[in-house]
T-cell receptor, first 113, second 116 residues
Framework: DQQVKQNSPSLSVQEGRISILNCDYTNSMFDYFLWYKKYPAEGPTFLIS?????DKNEDGRFTVFLNKSAKHLSLHIVPSQPGDSAVYFCAASGSSAGNMLTFGGGTRLMVKP | DGGITQSPKYLFRKEGQNVTLSCEQNLNHDAMYWYRQDPGQGLRLIYY???????QKGDIAEGYSVSREKKESFPLTVTSAQKNPTAFYLCASSTPYRGGLGTEAFFGQGTRLTVV
């Protein structure tokens, strides 16, 4: 049973517009969430995170929103740039899992010039 | 510079041969992981180790083996029993769980294994 799900395998957005990537989780013990970005043939790199005590965290063009009651988080990229084209993974951790991260299946974002 | 190093970047294996992928980290992390990624797929956990001399199977451990003799090293052996070994392999290590700051994983650059 997948505890972290990214239901959209791919997303295509025009350059300059907003990209919204979604992630749902089922384990209510998760209290820290991360987004990773991955280019082909490279390892994922950390992008942004949010603690469950917050509902929003911003870092430049990237904002993560957390809705605990819906067990849903989203990553907003504004404005989207062609260099943002990559696979984005959401991940979650919690006290019950210790130092384990549970990853979603990823969403491939394509930003068209 | 602290980080995780995977080697080699590309690896070719003949059918029926075992092959070992290297993963070394100097981040002083206790926990290390091996993931497999297939085209269009997410990250699937093969094995993980939370402490030296201890490791556990992940979701797809069949056909793989690991060892954790040193904190810095977590090599993965792809055995001949692995039916479909051609994939991109990622090694990671993670910080200890930090309460409200959770944990963060750091990844190597990956090894692409091709069976010929």
């Amino acid at each position: 049973d997948q505890q972290v799900k990214q239901n959209s395998p791919s997303l295509s957005v025009q350059e300059g517009r907003i990209s919204i990537l979604n992630c749902d989780y089922t384990n209510s013990m998760f209290d820290y969430f991360l987004w990773y970005k991955k280019y082909p043939a490279e390892g994922p790199t950390f992008l942004i995170s949010i603690s469950s005590i917050k509902d929003k965290n911003e870092d430049g063009r990237f904002t993560v929103f957390l809705n605990k009651s819906a067990k849903h988080l989203s990553l907003h990229i504004v404005p989207s740039q062609p260099g943002d084209s990559a696979v984005y993974f959401c991940a979650a951790s919690g006290s019950s899992a210790g130092n384990m991260l549970t990853f979603g299946g990823g969403t491939r974002l394509m930003v068209k010039p | 510079d602290g980080g995780i190093t995977q080697s080699p970047k590309y690896l070719f294996r003949k059918e029926g041969q075992n092959v070992t992928l290297s993963c070394e980290q100097n981040l002083n992390h206790d926990a290390m992981y091996w993931y497999r990624q297939d085209p269009g797929q997410g990250l699937r956990l093969i094995y993980y180790s939370q402490i030296v001399n201890d490791f556990q199977k992940g979701d797809i451990a069949e056909g793989y083996s690991v060892s954790r003799e040193k904190k810095e090293s977590f090599p993965l052996t792809v055995t001949s029993a692995q039916k479909n070994p051609t994939a991109f392999y990622l090694c990671a290590s993670s910080t200890p769980y930090r309460g409200g700051l959770g944990t963060e994983a750091f990844f190597g650059q990956g090894t692409r294994l091709t069976v010929v």
